[in-house]
C-alpha cells in the first residue's frame, strides 16, 4: 500500500500559476503509475492528467491540455502539477493517485486532496 500527500494548492486569480505536489511513501515509487484528479463542487470527479504505465508518456484531459504539465522526481518520490493560465472552471480538490499495473484508476490509491480556487 502506497500512501499519499498532497500540497500546493490555494486561492489564486483567473491566469496565475500553481503547482501542486505529491509525495508517496510506503512502496516502491516506481511500482506505481502515477496521476491527478480533480472534483469541483457538484460535480463527478474527473481525470485530469497522469503518466503511462512505466512512465513513458503522459496523458491530459483536453480541458488542460497546454497548461498544465504533470511531472515526476523518483529521487523524492514525488509527482507534481504546473497548473498554468489557471481559470475559474480549474476550481476543484485535486487528488493524486496512485494504481498498481493491475488495477483501474478508481481502485488506487488516492490522497486526501487540496483545494484549489481560482477567482475571476
Known amino acids: 500500500q502506497v500512501q499519499l500527500v498532497e500540497s500546493g494548492g490555494g486561492l489564486v486569480q483567473a491566469g496565475d500559476s500553481l503547482r501542486l505536489s505529491c509525495v508517496a511513501s510506503?512502496?516502491?515509487?516506481?511500482?506505481?503509475?502515477m496521476g491527478w484528479f480533480r472534483q469541483a463542487p457538484g460535480k463527478e470527479r474527473e481525470f485530469v492528467a497522469a503518466?503511462?504505465?512505466?512512465?513513458?508518456?503522459?496523458n491530459y484531459a483536453d480541458s488542460v491540455k497546454g497548461r498544465f504539465t504533470i511531472s515526476r522526481d523518483s529521487a523524492k518520490n514525488t509527482v507534481y502539477l504546473q497548473m498554468n493560465s489557471l481559470r475559474p472552471e480549474d476550481t476543484a480538490v485535486y487528488y493524486c493517485?496512485?494504481?498498481?499495473?493491475?488495477?483501474?484508476?478508481?481502485?488506487?490509491?488516492w490522497g486526501q486532496g487540496t483545494q484549489v480556487t481560482v477567482s475571476s
Open positions: 510506503g512502496r516502491t515509487f516506481s511500482s506505481y503509475a
Open positions: 493517485v496512485a494504481r498498481t499495473k493491475s488495477v483501474i484508476w478508481a481502485a488506487g490509491s
Open positions: 503518466f503511462s504505465w512505466g512512465a513513458d508518456s503522459t
